[in-house]
């Protein structure tokens, strides 16, 4: 059973960090682009950022640019996402997501979804 496990969400204040990471039960997990998405409260999910199968490419929403990092470690079929200067419209449920390579990938149509995890940053 395919799991995506996220954790390190919770609490920060504005100006703060966090770092939430990803724990996929993917078989060939280096075969899946992945995805940072979130849904602040009230509204629909949006691309967060990307990370290609082989990680050497990345991509951000204009939003997080400059604060926020995607990494991926293969070894330990693990993504990560470090959160700097944080900032109230951070608020947040952050998930993580899979995509197998395939012409026309999409973030908002993925393999799998994780649970989902709870951001919030305080003025």
Same mark, same amino acid.
């Given at each position: 059973?395919? &799991?995506?496990?996220?954790?390190?969400?919770?609490?920060?204040?504005?100006?703060?960090?966090? #770092?939430?990471?990803?724990?996929?039960?993917? #078989?060939?997990?280096?075969?899946?682009?992945?995805?940072?998405? *979130?849904?602040?409260?009230? @509204?629909? *999910?949006?691309?967060?950022?990307?990370? =290609? +199968?082989?990680?050497?490419?990345?991509? !951000?929403?204009?939003?997080? @640019?400059?604060?926020?990092?995607?990494?991926?470690?293969?070894? @330990?079929?693990?993504?990560?996402?470090?959160?700097?200067?944080? @900032?109230?419209?951070?608020?947040?449920?952050?998930?993580?997501?899979?995509?197998?390579? #395939?012409?026309?990938?999409? +973030? =908002? #149509?993925?393999? !799998? +979804?994780?649970?989902?995890? &709870?951001?919030?940053?305080?003025?």
């Amino acid at each position: 059973q395919v &799991q995506l496990v996220e954790s390190g969400g919770g609490l920060s204040q504005a100006g703060g960090s966090l #770092r939430l990471s990803c724990t996929a039960s993917l #078989r060939a997990f280096s075969s899946y682009n992945m995805f940072w998405v *979130r849904q602040p409260p009230g @509204k629909e *999910r949006e691309f967060v950022a990307e990370i =290609s +199968w082989t990680g050497d490419d990345t991509s !951000y929403a204009d939003s997080v @640019k400059g604060r926020f990092t995607i990494s991926r470690d293969i070894a @330990k079929n693990m993504v990560f996402l470090e959160m700097n200067s944080l @900032k109230p419209e951070d608020t947040a449920v952050y998930y993580c997501a899979a995509a197998q390579l #395939r012409p026309g990938i999409d +973030w =908002s #149509r993925p393999d !799998y +979804w994780g649970q989902g995890i &709870q951001v919030t940053v305080s003025s």
